[in-house]
């Protein structure tokens, strides 16, 4: 994959603080904007384009930040980290997912041993981070989308918090349930991507990875009946509530899922703490599948590699850019722990535009 050109996201003061521009972690266009997320926040953001004078996008600023404890009741409240991994826009709507993962303590650099080894014994459950929360989008008066709580008989809402969550639903499954208590860079539960196609939601899990093969879930939640502020899990097709897909990328876990069209496009990477190959892939027709499926190598088409540093420039969010100009499509890539190249002196981190084919 060719690196067409970079554009500059631009973040407030307030965002550069708590560092939401080296912590990016998802990416969706809705028409001239794009909404991020960063992965020590619970919050996501709005950024508008700006465009040069023959109407190419030079850059993303005018940050809005939305604070999702301000739409849907949150499990852990407003101040705690809700380690947002996915963004998905669709149908007038805004998907945000946590992680959903157990955490270990780090190491940090002088400690006495002892005390390294007593935080290394120690994982964490933060229930913010297992949460999928859904918002309904409305045209603002500047024309552009505005999350709001309620439009009519459409309500934000989140699943997650009372029992309830994706994690409680794979208690008892076969090929994930003995992850279900091991911390996400230990190999365990860690979701990191999220597409929203139609009445379906698929959902991307960078670990674990099981004998090489990685797990994508899909789920069609709906507003729960008893309370418009909760999500449920309808019975795909009368039968369960979640199917499970497991896709060969090598060894490699999901970072990111983008739809195009009835494809997904999936960016592949190091499932633990690890750098190291960073590649998209396209799983056609994954919209029409109907059944739980094994998606064989031969049967995704390798798009593409894409740069990678050693301990830096891990690539974490894709979308596909609805532009006019250029020989073809585009796709958007924003990193996490970006190297200090793509930083910017007034703040912004410069996110890269890739070409690809169809």
């Known amino acids: 994959m060719i690196v067409e050109r970079q554009v500059e996201l631009r973040f407030a003061p307030e965002s550069q603080a708590a560092q939401t521009h080296v912590n990016l972690s998802a990416v969706r266009q809705d028409g001239r904007c794009l909404w991020v997320a960063g992965d020590e926040t619970a919050t996501v953001e709005r950024l508008t384009a700006e465009l040069d004078a023959d109407g190419n996008v030079t850059g993303y600023g005018d940050q809005r930040t939305v604070p999702l404890?301000?739409?849907?009741?949150?499990?852990?409240?407003?101040?705690?980290?809700?380690?947002?991994?996915?963004?998905?826009?669709?149908?007038?709507?805004?998907?945000?997912?946590?992680?959903?993962?157990?955490?270990?303590?780090r190491i940090k650099e002088g400690q006495p041993d002892a005390k390294a080894r007593r935080r290394l014994a120690t994982?964490?459950?933060?229930?913010?981070?297992?949460?999928?929360?859904?918002?309904?989008?409305?045209?603002?008066?500047?024309?552009?989308?505005?999350?709001?709580?309620?439009?009519?008989?459409?309500?934000?809402?989140?699943?997650?918090g009372r029992g309830d969550s994706l994690t409680d639903l794979l208690a008892d499954d076969p090929h994930l349930a003995p992850?279900?208590?091991?911390?996400?860079?230990?190999?365990?539960?860690?979701?990191?991507?999220?597409?929203?196609?139609?009445?379906?939601?698929y959902i991307g899990f960078r670990g674990p990875v099981l004998r090489g093969w990685a797990v994508l879930v899909e789920i069609w939640p709906d507003t729960h009946p008893d309370d418009p502020g909760r999500l449920r899990l309808r019975r795909i097709?009368?039968?369960d509530r979640y199917r499970t897909h497991f896709l060969d990328l090598g060894g490699l876990g999901i970072r990111?899922?983008?739809?195009?069209?009835d494809d997904l496009l999936i960016l592949a990477g190091p499932t633990m703490a690890l750098s190291g190959p960073?590649?998209?892939?396209?799983?056609?027709?994954?919209?029409?599948?109907?059944?739980?499926?094994?998606?064989?190598?031969?049967?995704?088409?390798?798009?593409?590699?894409?740069?990678?540093?050693?301990?830096?420039?891990?690539?974490?969010?894709?979308?596909?850019?609805d532009e006019s100009h250029g020989p073809g499509p585009t796709l958007l890539v924003v990193y996490d722990s970006p190297a200090g190249e793509r930083l910017t002196p007034d703040g912004g981190i410069r996110a890269d535009v890739v070409s690809f084919t169809r």
């Open 179 to 201: 992850f279900l208590n091991i911390p996400s860079k230990d190999n365990g539960i860690d979701v990191e991507g999220i597409a929203a196609v139609g009445e379906r939601l």
């Open 278 to 321: 960073v590649r998209v892939l396209r799983w056609r027709g994954a919209a029409k599948v109907a059944a739980p499926d094994i998606v064989h190598r031969h049967e995704l088409d390798h798009v593409g590699d894409l740069p990678h540093g050693d301990g830096e420039d891990h690539a974490e969010g894709i979308a596909v850019l």
């Open 123 to 160: 994982v964490v459950r933060e229930e913010n981070r297992h949460v999928l929360v859904r918002i309904p989008l409305v045209t603002g008066p500047d024309g552009l989308p505005e999350p709001v709580r309620a439009d009519g008989d459409r309500t934000a809402a989140v699943l997650g």
């Open 69 to 105: 404890a301000d739409l849907v009741e949150l499990p852990a409240g407003p101040d705690e980290e809700a380690d947002i991994e996915g963004l998905a826009r669709a149908n007038g709507w805004l998907w945000a997912v946590g992680s959903h993962s157990l955490k270990r303590k």
């Open 256 to 261: 990111d899922l983008c739809p195009d069209g």
């Open 237 to 239: 097709d009368g039968g």
